[in-house]
């Protein structure tokens, strides 16, 4: 039976409306109970209850690492990233009772989630991907952005930070990896800049001296005057009601009538130099390099959700579920090797010219919809397809998948309307699988295109291929 | 061929007197002044040419020895496009040491961009941007303010250098110390665009280049051009600067002249610049130039010609005189000569007019070939072929300017609209024109 356990320096046995076990002090993964249902942190020591979140959530075992931890204590002020990287507080608060019977109901959700994945206590994850992933469904969370000082990149992910020995570069590589692979889909939140040497956002930006490089700059308005075209800067006209034309000794009188201030000038305190374009500098806090601005990185700042391949992935595991069944029983080849071979046939053709072979191609629009829909019953259509696909193909046609939902075909010894036939067969048999068994119409697109010597496999690909 | 037959036979019938009555203003006035007057000068010129070479050499030799910052200012609006050509002039100079310093008087093209691009090229040395236009003695100004050079140079920024003009032009410096500005000579980038481009390249080398020698070798000098100029920076600190134009190019070239310094003109230091390529800009170019004389000649230095003036200057007061008498004065005595040829001359018209023609026409031939003479090496083939468009000259020069000059008089004489001009911004010219009135 699943336990609440409460980490922390207090012993009690009873909280609010919680029975709970008391740990001490955590200092390991090993020392994790692995019977937990619900870990609690006390909220008094905000660097220790970030510490031992950290050690949860990274464990391996997704039994431990997807269990909900809340703050408990009444602590003021806590750091916005470690609010964020919980999934609740239990606090004394004047709406405590509604509050915590969120708390809980969200808790509950969590736990429905965590359950509903296969083998949570036996196979351990190591893809951090992976956790990721899991950890965001169990959550049904965007994944959202802080900026601040707790994170040297100055921007960091609150409730994936600790699943990270440190919070660095690897979080953001690994979350551009995802979205790269379309499991999870990036909302724009902001752009920002980072030193080009060490990748720290704390950055002091100044204007410098063109000459010496100096920072030491003060501005000076210019004064026109009108009368005699004189310009000077505003301390040679002298100060308040007096001021007069040094040229001309005529005295100011109003601004835009008989005199304006045409521009300002930036002059060096060290050099003496003087412009009105003084360079932008940028000095790094962490590392101390100093940068004009076209060296710095700029990156966009992504909030994240999960994206119906993400969901799938994090259900069941991160292989693309098609590709394999394909791989497995149509006997798809790498797209690298198909690529290979496509330029063998190209070649082939152009040497000899007697041959005529051609170029198919199938897509599946909103694939996502199957993983969505049917969730570990997809694998079913899947294995489905595949039997339409081999049924439709010859032992010779070679075939292999561009993306997850755009397959290639190369048909040899088969001219432009025997091509055709088979991609219209493939098609026709395809759909009504789909509608028999998904009960919905997915667009299937399937193209076909004899292959010539003069091709190219990169052009002919791109041809063929949908935009 | 018999009006050739009668008109000879007309001009060995009359007699000296009567010569002179249908001809006195070519031959007392053009003849004696731009002709003979001119080449003698000319001729003297030329043949000191030898004197002059050692002299330069000796100034070269102290200007690479001193080797002094030159600060090349460059002042202008919409100028952008031409800048590039410019730069890349004044870094082929033989003369390098050099600082230039643009300013962009509210430009509302690219010119920014453009600078700023040069300036990260290291093309130009110094950049300045007024978003709102001030008018050209400001935008000098400015880049005055911030020169850091000995001497400086101030440019149209649609203009180029020869490759040894900056090094030319400093040399008179170094041959006197009591100069205190140094014209250069400009001539026409744009020859053969139009007939209006080849008649002003004529003019340009003809009446201003070799008008500025004889002015110079004659201790007279008013003008050093706005688009190429030489000056000691102190002299300009101590001006302050330019004063409101337009014409704020002889204004400042009289103030140095008041300040006791010499100015003269150099014309192997050359510089090329595109001129108005229709009648019409030249026509406005021209209004706005003539009109000058009235203002600063006439009015603002008029002081030049009194003798109770106690900087009485005699080179100074013949300066003043020549240019009124010759360019104001003559101006409208033409016109009344023309009006007493057509109305008391009727019976000689067909005579007086063509020959009248003829002899312009010769007279801007001998000239010319004067002008070959005298700028010598700096002549490229295209402005030897302008000898073809010298038939035209007569008319260019004694309608078209002549008709542009007396009606810029007449306009600033009695409504000043100089201060009107477009060419300052409007608030600048409202309180230059309230000056004027005090």
């Not at chain 1, 339409?388 to 048909?411: G, H, K, N, P, Q």
């Not at chain 2, 001129?275 to 019409?280: E, I, K, L, Q």
């Not at chain 2, 409208?332 to 312009?360: C, E, G, M």
Request: glycine residues 6%; neutral net charge; aromatic residues 10%.
């Amino acid at each position: 039976m699943a336990l609440n356990y409460y980490i922390g320096p207090k012993a009690p046995t009873q909280l609010y409306d919680l029975n709970v076990h008391a740990i001490r002090a955590v200092s390991g993964e090993a020392e994790l109970p692995r019977d937990a249902r619900l870990f609690i942190l006390d909220d008094a020591d905000a660097e220790a209850a970030l510490a031992i979140l950290s050690v949860i959530r990274q464990s391996s075992l997704p039994g431990v690492y997807l269990r909900p931890v809340v703050l408990v204590g009444d602590s003021v002020n806590l750091p916005a990233h470690l609010v964020q990287a919980v999934d609740g507080r239990l606090t004394m608060g004047s709406a405590e009772t509604y509050d915590r019977q969120r708390l809980y109901d969200r808790i509950h959700a969590i736990h429905e989630r965590i359950e509903s994945l296969p083998d949570i206590t036996r196979t351990p994850d190591r893809n951090i991907g992976l956790k990721v992933l899991r950890f965001l469904y169990t959550r049904q969370t965007e994944l959202h952005p802080l900026s601040g000082v707790h994170s040297p990149q100055g921007t960091s992910y609150p409730a994936v930070d600790p699943f990270f020995a440190q919070v660095d570069e690897s979080l953001f590589q690994i979350l551009g990896f995802l979205k790269s692979q379309g499991l999870l889909k990036g909302i724009f939140a902001s752009k920002a800049y980072f030193c080009g040497q060490c990748q720290s956002a704390f950055l002091n930006f100044m204007e410098t001296c063109p000459q010496c490089s100096s920072p030491d700059l003060h501005s000076d308005d210019l004064i026109h005057h009108f009368e005699c075209g004189f310009v000077g800067n505003e301390a040679e006209f002298g100060e308040g009601e007096n001021r007069r034309c040094p040229k001309c000794r005529l005295g100011l009188r109003q601004l835009g009538v008989d005199y304006d201030k045409p521009s300002t000038v930036s002059v060096c305190n060290s050099c003496g130099h003087t412009s009105q374009d003084p360079q932008v500098a940028t000095l790094c806090y962490r590392c101390g390099a100093q940068a004009p601005p076209e060296d710095l990185l700029q990156r966009t700042i992504w909030r994240y959700t999960l994206t119906a391949l993400g969901t799938n992935a994090a259900r069941f595991g991160l292989d693309n579920l098609f590709r394999s069944i394909l791989e497995r029983e149509v006997g798809a080849l790498p797209l690298e090797t198909f690529r290979h071979f496509l330029a063998k046939e190209i070649g082939r053709i152009k040497r000899y010219g007697k041959s005529q072979s051609s170029l198919g191609m199938f897509a599946i629009g909103e694939l996502e919809q199957v993983y969505l829909r049917l969730g570990d019953r997809a694998k079913e259509i899947f294995e489905e397809i595949s039997t339409v696909i081999r049924a439709v193909l010859r032992d010779s046609d070679v075939i292999a998948s561009l993306t997850d939902a755009i397959f290639l075909i190369l048909l040899v010894e088969t001219p432009a309307a025997g091509a055709q036939r088979a991609m219209e067969r493939l098609e026709t048999a395809v759909t009504e699988l789909l509608e028999a068994n998904f009960q919905a119409t997915l667009t299937l697109t399937t193209a076909s295109r004899l292959v010539s010597g003069e091709d190219t496999v990169d052009g002919l690909i791109e041809e063929i291929t949908p935009q | 061929m018999n009006w050739v037959t009668d008109a000879i036979t007309f001009l060995v019938t009359r007699q000296p007197l009567e010569i002179l009555a249908l001809f006195w203003y070519f031959i007392l006035f053009d003849f004696s002044r731009y002709v003979l007057l001119d080449n003698i000068v000319l001729t003297f010129y030329m043949l000191n040419a030898r004197s002059r070479r050692a002299e330069k050499e000796l100034a070269r030799r102290a200007l690479f020895r001193e080797r002094p910052l030159i600060s090349v200012l460059v002042p202008g609006k919409n100028e952008g496009r031409h800048l590039p050509q410019l730069a890349a002039s004044l870094q082929a100079q033989t003369y390098r040491h050099l600082e230039v310093i643009v300013v962009d008087d509210g430009s509302d093209d690219d010119t920014a961009d453009i600078c700023r691009r040069l300036l990260r090229k290291g093309a130009i040395h110094r950049f300045f941007r007024n978003p709102v236009r001030g008018g050209k003695a400001s935008a000098a100004n400015l880049a005055l303010r911030y020169a850091d050079g000995r001497f400086v140079i101030h440019l149209d920024a649609d203009s180029h250098l020869r490759e040894d003009s900056v090094e030319t032009i400093m040399l008179p410096f170094y041959q006197d110390e009591r100069i205190g500005a140094v014209g250069g000579d400009i001539r026409v980038k744009n020859v053969f665009a139009s007939v209006t481009t080849a008649l002003q390249a004529i003019d340009y080398m003809k009446s201003i280049s070799t008008g500025r020698v004889v002015s110079s070798s004659l201790g007279i000098l008013r003008t050093i051009s706005g688009a190429y100029g030489a000056f000691r920076k102190d002299l300009l600190d101590r001006l302050k600067g330019w004063d409101v134009g337009p014409g704020l190019d002889g204004d400042i070239t009289l103030k140095i002249r008041k300040s006791g310094y010499k100015v003269v003109f150099e014309p192997q230091a050359v510089c090329y610049t595109n001129v108005p390529d229709s009648p019409r800009k030249l026509a406005r170019q021209r209004y706005r130039w003539d009109r000058s004389l009235v203002r600063f000649r006439i009015r603002k230095h008029s002081d030049l010609l009194s003798l109770r003036n106690r900087n009485f200057s005699m080179h100074n007061f013949l300066t003043a005189a020549d240019n009124l008498f010759f360019n104001f004065l003559l101006n409208f005595k033409w016109w009344f000569y023309f009006i007493q040829i057509v109305v008391f001359q009727t019976a000689y018209l067909k005579f007086v007019l063509p020959i009248n023609y003829l002899i312009y026409f010769l007279s801007n031939v001998f000239e010319y070939l004067m002008v070959l003479w005298l700028f010598g090496h700096t002549i490229r083939r295209q402005e030897i072929l302008l000898i073809l468009f010298l038939p035209l000259m007569p008319l260019y020069t004694g309608f078209f300017l002549r008709g542009v000059r007396t009606y810029a008089h007449i306009m600033e004489l009695i409504w000043k609209t100089s201060f009107e001009d477009p060419w300052n911004p409007f608030r600048v010219s409202r309180i230059a024109r309230q000056r004027e009135g005090r």
